[in-house]
């Protein structure tokens, strides 16, 4: 008899278990991105941001492992400087990294947390650009971040990276040598060109605080005022 009662209470405790798994299964769908944040920040956020704030901190947490410093570059610092926030419209995040910091370890270091690469476009020496994805969310390969070495001139006092348009065109974006300062962003700290405003101005122009929509008012390839003209 008392091994029918311990079997039945066995039963019993299994099922609950099941249940239990069953009900966090279809309550979070995306358990990627089941962060606790500062109620000041979620209030602020979209599904999108907060992907990306998620994607962030994992790519914060690998390049911290390899000691490789980064900065937020392009749209996401510029959503930084204008909004203090990820820009609702845009479609993934940039940051930089000098090219001397570069090591083939932060492959590795970015699949630990998570992130996968997906696709690497240009050389070291010549303008490289390596994307990462966060599986498992609802905004698929956009849950991404794309990283690009930036090149140090030290004789023209300037410093260059380099994007890829549609057709695979090599695109070179230039602006003037800056600092790196540590900086609060949605609670992390992260890297900026500094002075800030002097390279959203070089990039961007002096319409830098009018939104544009991707694809819509603002190609990439082709917009950018810092890009280097043949």
Sequence with gaps: MAFKRLDKLFLIILIILIVCLIYSLFTNKNPTIRETYAPNIAQKLTYRQRVYLEVLKRTKIALDSLSIPFFLSSGTCLGYFREKNFIKY???????????????????????????????LGELESGLELSFFLPGTKLGRWAKVDIFLHYKDQDKGTISWYSYSPDKK??????????????????VDVGVPSPTLDYIVQHYGSDWNIPKRPRKDYLYYQDPLSIVKD
């Design 170 to 187: 090599r695109i070179q974006y230039r602006v003037n040598a800056f600092d790196i300062s540590v900086e609060k962003f949605l609670g």
């Design 90 to 120: 845009d479609y993934d995040i940039d940051i930089g990294i000098f090219r001397e910091n570069y090591t083939h370890k932060m492959v590795k270091a970015m699949k630990k947390v998570g992130l996968k690469l997906y696709r690497t």
